[in-house]
Nanobody
Framework: QVTLAESGGGSVQAGGSLRLSCAAS???????MGWFRQAPGNEREGVATIYAGDDSTYYADSVKGRFTITQDNAKNTVYLQMNSLKPEDDAMYYC????????????????????WGQGTQVTVSS
């Protein structure tokens, strides 16, 4: 069982930046960790993922060039740096993890992930 704890959400004006953190209880090399988000009335969508074994990263088109996912293996922690935030980025952000092949990272599908954090709210005002 992997436990995940997110932090770093908050309120920011459009154009601003936030950094989210996700600390995992364990983070072996064959782990994919990612960030998903869900706004009221919308389905949960994949934002970015990273594979522990080789640092491969994957992004939703809507955040490419603005968001960056990184990892600190020594701290079992994954970060999501969010720059140039837009009102449409306003959502609850969830950290998720699964063990297995890197393929699952590339697909950015929430149904592929087994472990979830409680979520952290990101509010972007225009």
């Amino acid at each position: 069982q992997v436990t995940l704890a997110e932090s770093g959400g908050g309120s920011v004006q459009a154009g601003g930046s936030l950094r989210l953190s996700c600390a995992a209880s364990e983070y072996p090399y064959n782990t994919c960790m990612g960030w998903f988000r869900q706004a009221p009335g919308n389905e949960r969508e994949g934002v970015a993922t990273i594979y522990a074994g080789d640092d491969s990263t994957y992004y939703a088109d809507s955040v490419k060039g603005r968001f960056t996912i990184t990892q600190d293996n020594a701290k079992n922690t994954v970060y999501l740096q969010m720059n140039s935030l837009k009102p449409e980025d306003d959502a609850m952000y969830y950290c998720a993890a699964r063990r297995g092949r890197r393929t699952y990272c590339a697909l950015l599908r929430d149904q592929d992930f087994d472990y979830w954090g409680q979520g952290t709210q990101v509010t972007v005002s225009s």
